[in-house]
């Protein structure tokens, strides 16, 4: 068969380094490629995979060889594959495939939920939901967990410990959001800001302050063109001020200025436009995650009142155990195909990972990969695009924090050492997530 040969090299990588940054995005599917065989990580043996599951428990470091002359031979190796394959999940429903959430109605319907019809049921549920979520926020705080995922059927939360993404204190953002879950965020006093609107809008003033020095017969063209609907984005400023240029220019009695209606309008219309979009990304820091997550344990919104989803509590993703959690691993197949060479047939080998892989797992599986396969493989990387907007560099570290080594107080949450320095860092690639890996002769090059 000829298998795996759409995934395209990317016209333009990155240049080569020696690590990749680091995707907060959720992957649903991996496919890792390469010329050496992915042999070594099938048939585990009992003890490889009771080791496996040892080493994830006891947040063990992997012991592995410099380097490996057969892979397949290798213990170490193959219980350090089972170990970054390790997940936690709750609620833990076999005949339900719990993630994605964010369209899943098809993938749900017809399968039983006894809970949908019972009230008393669904109490049971989120009461027990609310005891993992909050067991899960507690070893946040304690700086025993990195992050996990919340992920409910309209938007996924992401919580990050301080020492991550270069912050000082515990992070939450939600994405997508409307305007009905900001205000209800609002009422209950969470303190939030939407980063990439702001940038948007800061990015539009420095625009036209450079557009009103060059060309300032222009301003009269804005002002009309406000009026046929071509709206910038509305300030917080007080309105009456924002016109004050125009007086400036002695042109205020040829520009209708909006009465108070219009200028609420003008703004509820804006506010609703990035709805459900990427920039409804909604950013809560410090002690506010603590509201925040009161606010969803007691939020009904949060689970679905009708279709395939109702009553069915969110679902919640973490690195390491917690309180109500199930031990979960990704599933692992390798497949043998011929490619079409220059010349003739080539082996081609792939390894498939499927499942909610998490940024730590995509981490630990490619410092495996880089051991196994000699420094030289490609992957395919299969994004839940509602949570590619994660990636974006939200906030900047304070003087005093950068000067620390990052992450120091999080070396006892379970991640390796590499993989936390990784995600320590700033988020270097915007809205978007990695789409395509590749290794070559040890170092990195990628596509977003």
């Known amino acids: 068969k000829d298998l795996h040969l759409p995934v395209a090299v990317p016209e333009v990588p990155s240049s080569p380094r020696h690590e990749f940054p680091a995707d907060w995005s959720l992957k649903t599917r991996l496919l890792f490629m390469s010329s050496q065989s992915f042999s070594w990580a099938e048939h585990l043996k009992a003890q490889e995979e009771a080791q496996g599951f040892a080493q994830h428990c006891r947040a063990t470091e992997p012991n592995l060889p410099q380097s490996l002359q057969e892979p397949k031979l290798s213990t170490e190796l193959r219980c350090a594959f089972q170990q970054s394959l390790v997940y936690w999940l709750h609620p833990s429903l076999p005949w339900l495939q719990l993630f994605p959430r ?4 098809r993938r749900i319907a017809g399968k039983a939920s006894p809970w ?10 989120m009461s027990d939901w609310s005891v993992s979520f909050t067991s899960l926020y507690n070893l946040l705080k304690a700086k025993l967990c990195p992050y996990f995922y919340v992920c409910t059927y309209q938007f996924t939360v992401l919580f990050r410990a301080a020492g991550l993404v270069g912050s000082d204190v515990i992070t939450a953002v939600i994405s997508p959001t409307t305007r009905g879950l900001r205000e209800a965020m609002r009422n209950e006093g969470i303190e939030f800001s939407l980063p990439l609107v702001e940038e948007s809008r800061t990015r539009k003033w420095k625009s036209s302050e450079v557009n009103l020095e060059t060309e300032g017969a222009n301003s009269l063209e804005a002002g009309n063109s406000m009026e046929n609907g071509e709206e910038p984005a509305p300030s917080d400023d007080d309105d009456e001020e924002s016109f004050s240029w125009l007086e400036e220019m002695g042109v205020q009695d040829k520009v209708k200025k909006p009465d108070a209606i219009s200028i609420k309008l003008r703004k509820e219309k804006h506010e609703v436009q990035v709805d459900h979009k990427p920039e409804s990304l909604a950013l809560v820091k410090g002690t506010n995650t ?13 689970v679905a009142a009708a279709g395939p989803q109702a009553g069915l509590p969110p679902t919640l993703l973490s690195p390491v155990a917690f309180r109500g959690g199930t031990m979960q691993t990704l599933k692992a197949r390798s497949i043998n195909a011929k490619a079409r060479g220059h010349l003739a047939y080539e082996d081609i080998f792939s390894l498939e990972i499927v499942g909610p892989v998490m940024p730590h797992a995509l981490h630990s599986l490619t410092v495996l990969l880089r051991l196994a396969q000699r420094g030289a493989f490609s992957a395919a990387l299969y994004t839940h695009e509602p949570t590619a907007v994660f990636n974006a560099c939200l906030d900047s570290a304070s003087p005093a924090f950068s000067k620390e080594p990052p992450g120091k107080d999080l070396l006892r949450c379970g991640l390796h050492p590499e993989a936390l320095e ?5 988020p270097t690639l915007g809205k978007s997530a990695l789409r395509f890996l590749e290794m070559k002769d040890y170092a990195y090059t990628w596509k977003s």
Request: glycine share 4%; with cysteine.
């Open 102 to 105: 964010i369209g899943a109605d």
């Open 116 to 125: 949908s019809q019972d009230e008393a049921l669904q109490q049971v549920l």
């Open 290 to 302: 603590f509201t925040l997550l009161n606010f969803l344990i007691n939020c009904k919104s949060l």
């Open 422 to 426: 990784q995600l320590s860092q700033h």
